[in-house]
Nanobody
Framework: QVQLVESGGGSVQAGGSLRLSCKASENTYSTYYMAWFRQAPGKEREGVAIISRHDAVPIYADSVKGRFTISQDNAKNTLYLQMNNLKPEDTAMYYC???????????????WGQGTQVTVSS
């Protein structure tokens, strides 16, 4: 059973930055693809970014391209999401997930963290 624990959320003003972290209980990166999702109140869960375990090539949702960067530190079993130029529409609960699928749909992911809240004010 893989456990994922997110941290780094908070409240910022528009244009600010946050760095989210997701600590895994074991080395997930040799087995799973790692991704970030978010869910705002009343909306469906949305894929934000995913990184390939093979070559670290990332895929981003169009809404965050050029502003967010996903990365991983395999030695620390930690996934990151650097978020710059934040906008009010980025406000959501952010989740990391581990799965055997390489896409930004929530189906097919085996493990989820508990989430960390990001709130961006205008």
């Amino acid at each position: 059973q893989v456990q994922l624990v997110e941290s780094g959320g908070g409240s910022v003003q528009a244009g600010g930055s946050l760095r989210l972290s997701c600590k895994a209980s074991e080395n997930t990166y040799s087995t799973y693809y790692m991704a970030w999702f978010r869910q705002a109140p009343g909306k469906e869960r949305e894929g934000v970014a995913i990184i390939s375990r093979h070559d670290a090539v990332p895929i981003y949702a169009d809404s965050v391209k050029g502003r967010f960067t996903i990365s991983q530190d395999n030695a620390k079993n930690t996934l990151y999401l650097q978020m710059n130029n934040l906008k009010p529409e980025d406000t959501a609960m952010y989740y990391c997930a581990a799965g055997r699928v390489f896409w930004l749909r929530s189906s097919g992911y085996d493990y989820w963290g508990q989430g960390t809240q990001v709130t961006v004010s205008s």
